[in-house]
């Protein structure tokens, strides 16, 4: 519960910096902090890697840095509420891997989740869609009314579009 916690707070502080940062400061400086904060630990327990293991989390590290900065560059241009769902993707890559790599075989409960994670996404993003052309059209669709209200997804695109136009006109 602390870690989703932690990673809703990065969420949010991620989507406010990528307002005003560029998105490799913002890498740099979540590099520089999570190796500070994760130093100590990896002392308590060091081993010297191998050749082959420093191959690997050399990788790892070159994939996840260009995973982060995808990241924070969909969360600089969309809506954090219409780009967080597509982070769950995750999981369902994990599962493959799991099940290509390690042979692990997939319980009734991750099919369920495939399922949830999967038909959510899919459901936001053409709601978002919907949303979208509806600002560049000025006409109401059924997705605009789904919170009864203006608010809610794409609501601060609506307002940051508003203001825009007030202090032009």
Known sequence: L????CVAVVLVIIKRLS??????TISFWFGV??????????????K??????????????ALGATAQ????RAYRIGEATAVAPFD????????????LVFAEQPDIWTGVGSVLIIGSTLYIARREAMRKKEDVNGTQSPASTSFGTREGVGASV???????AERKG
Do not use: C, H, N
Not at 33 to 46: D, Q, R, Y
Not at 158 to 164: I, L, M, Q, T
């Open 48 to 61: 010297e890697p191998t050749v082959e293991q420093v191959f690997w989390l050399a990788l790892i590290g």
């Open 158 to 164: 609506v307002a940051k579009r508003e203001r825009d």
């Open 19 to 24: 307002t005003t940062e560029r998105p490799l």
């Open 2 to 5: 602390l870690g989703a916690f």
């Open 33 to 46: 902090i999570a190796t500070l904060v994760s130093a100590v630990p990896a002392f308590m327990v060091w």
């Open 88 to 99: 769950y993707i995750r999981l369902l890559l994990a599962a493959l891997v799991g099940w």
């Open 69 to 72: 900065y995808m990241v924070i």
